[in-house]
Each structure stands twice: as C-alpha cells, then as structure tokens.
C-alpha cells in the first residue's frame, strides 16, 4: 500500500520534485502571450478550464467564473458539486456540464457519493441521481465518444482498475470490458484526434472504437517518466501542458502530430504541475499549476496567472 501512495504522490504533483526552467526555443510559428497576472480566482491546481458555446468557463474548487473575452471574468452563482476535483473531474455532454460524483477528504480517508448534477444554463444544478452506479473510484477522466460518457481506468482505496464503461445519460453505468488491453490506468487522459481515440499517460494507445486499443509508443520521452500534465488537441497537434519530468518541474511543453513523435518546446511561463487548458475561439488557454517540495523550496507554489497561446502571425 505504502508503494502504491508513493507512485500516486509522483503522478499528482505532491513529490519531492526538483524545479527546472526551461532552455529551449519555443515552439516554431507559436507565440504565448500573458492575459492575467493574478486572475480572480485563487491560486490552485488540478481544476479544470473548459469552453461551453461562446464561453470560457474556469471549474474551481472554490467556484465558478466565466468570460466572453478571457479578460474580464464574472464568478457564476454554479457552485462545485463534485468537491475535491484533484480526484474528479466535470465532462461536457450534449451542451450542458455534467458532475459526476462527489468526492470529500484524501487518499487516506475519503467521502465517496454516487451523487450526478447536470446543468444546461450554468446557473443551477439539476440532480440527475443520488444512488447512480458510476463506478465509485477517482483519478481518471470521463470523455465523450460516440455520443456517451467513457471512463477507462481509475482507482480507489486499495487498487487500479483496467475495465471500461459508458453511459448514455451519466446515470447508467454499463461496463463495456473489464480487462481492456491498456492495462490499469490511473490519470490517464483520453482526446479525439483525426478520427481516433488516443490514451496517453507515459505511454500512448489508439483506438477507433473506444474497446480495442494498440499501442503505438511505450514511452513519449524515451528514458523520462511523464506526469501531471494536461493534454489538448490544437492546431491538428496533441499539446502536453505541464509535465513532470523525472520528478522534476519545467515550463516545457510536449506536442505530436500523429501520437508516436513528439517535440519539445519551452513556454514563458513558470515551470509547474497539475495546469488548466482548453481551446476557446482558436486559442489555447493555459492556467493553474503548483510546483515546490524541494529542499530549497518546500513550500508548495500555486498559480492563477492566464496565458494563451495562438499561431504567430
């Protein structure tokens, strides 16, 4: 048990890890450009930023804001319903935010709730289910495939989990395998990608129907254990925002065009873990993170700077 805290402290951002900025070019046609300095939001790290119709909307353990521009931002009367979202995550389904579960307490010692919310104006949740089967685990990420909700993976208490299940409503849970090839995932992250699936955690699978998988690298950096990034489909590339790299912080960034290469490039941003990222308007937004824990900076450092990045011109 001891072992299996231990990798999972590495994957959250809440290790040891060194700091280290980062000494290469930024990413050739690319230009990041800082929006905010401090946002109005609180600093933290392992929430979510995501964009619902003609809105930029920033998912917080304390709130939720929004913004037309990604400039001036307005803090919703939605609160958090699932609680602590270092373990759960929000997912869009059929233009409206989904809640899937409620999740209260640590690792150690939690409050798990099979509880789903729905909201369509952002205003109000609707309770969808008290008792919904959702598989009663955390650290994975639901996605949207096929007009359902997927999870693969997950973990919880005592062990990870390798099956697969959908829902068409976020209530019914139905388990579509319950050894997908993949393996036992924890925080692994799904996108859509020319007309694929890709898995990616530090390795990276492809699917066409969400049930079979092929690997198509082992590692993304050879000889480097990736975690705690944020993974986002820009400009016909896979972005990796975040990452640590062997337990060490940077503000580099990874991207792919087909999933087995990838290039790295640094930002102008603070080296840091566990950031919030989306596609809003034809840019890619950035914010969030934490880094620290090292003998010379064991204090945790959390963020709430925004930064987008957009083709140079």
């Known amino acids: 048990m001891q072992k299996v805290l231990y990798i999972l402290l590495l994957f959250y951002c809440t290790c040891s890890c060194t700091v280290r900025q980062g000494d290469g070019p930024t990413a050739p046609g690319y230009t990041w450009t800082k929006v905010?300095?401090?946002?109005?939001?609180?600093?933290?790290?392992?929430?979510?930023?995501?964009a619902l119709r003609d809105t930029l909307w920033v998912l917080h353990p304390e709130g939720n804001w929004y913004s037309t521009d990604a400039a001036v931002?307005?803090?919703?009367?939605?609160?958090?319903s699932i609680g602590?979202?270092?373990?759960?995550?929000?997912?869009?389904?059929?233009e409206a935010l989904?809640?899937?579960?409620?999740?209260?307490?640590?690792?150690?010692?939690?409050i798990f709730k099979p509880e789903i919310y729905c909201s369509r104006d952002?205003?109000?949740?609707?309770?969808?289910?008290?008792t919904?089967?959702?598989?009663?685990?955390?650290?994975?990420?639901?996605f949207v495939f096929e007009n359902k909700?997927?999870?693969?993976?997950?973990?919880?208490?005592?062990?990870?989990?390798?099956?697969?299940?959908?829902?068409?409503?976020?209530?019914?849970?139905?388990?579509?395998?319950?050894k997908a090839t993949p393996g036992k995932q924890s925080g692994s992250q799904v996108l859509q990608f020319k007309g694929k699936l890709y898995l990616l955690n530090n390795d990276v699978w492809t699917s066409?129907?969400?049930?079979?998988?092929?690997?198509?690298?082992?590692?993304?950096?050879?000889?480097?254990?990736?975690?705690?990034?944020?993974?986002?489909?820009?400009?016909?590339?896979i972005w990796l925002l975040g990452c640590t790299r062997n337990q060490q912080f940077t503000s580099k960034t990874l991207y792919s065009e087909d999933g087995t290469n990838w290039k790295e490039a640094d930002a102008p941003w603070s080296a840091r873990g566990g950031v919030a990222a989306c596609v809003f308007k034809g840019k890619l937004y950035m914010t969030g993170g934490k880094y620290g824990g090292t003998s010379g900076s064991p204090e945790f450092v959390y963020s709430n700077d925004l930064w987008v990045m957009e083709k140079s011109e």
């Not at 989904?98 to 939690?110: C, D, K, T």
């Not at 952002?122 to 289910?129: A, E, F, I, N, V």
């Not at 919904?132 to 639901?142: E, I, T």
């Open 84 to 94: 602590n979202l270092a373990f759960l995550d929000y997912v869009l389904y059929n």
């Open 132 to 142: 919904s089967n959702l598989p009663q685990r955390f650290f994975y990420h639901p």
């Open 122 to 130: 952002m205003r109000t949740w609707q309770l969808l289910s008290r």
């Open 208 to 237: 066409a129907d969400g049930i079979k998988w092929e690997k198509l690298t082992s590692e993304i950096l050879q000889d480097t254990r990736l975690s705690g990034y944020t993974a986002v489909v820009f400009d016909d590339k």
């Open 36 to 50: 905010l300095d401090s946002a109005a939001w609180s600093k933290s790290y392992n929430y979510q930023l995501v």
């Open 98 to 110: 989904y809640g899937l579960g409620y999740f209260r307490g640590n690792i150690e010692q939690y």
């Open 149 to 178: 909700i997927w999870i693969i993976g997950g973990e919880d208490q005592d062990k990870q989990y390798d099956d697969i299940w959908c829902s068409a409503d976020a209530v019914t849970w139905v388990k579509q395998k319950s």
């Open 73 to 80: 931002w307005v803090k919703s009367s939605l609160p958090n």
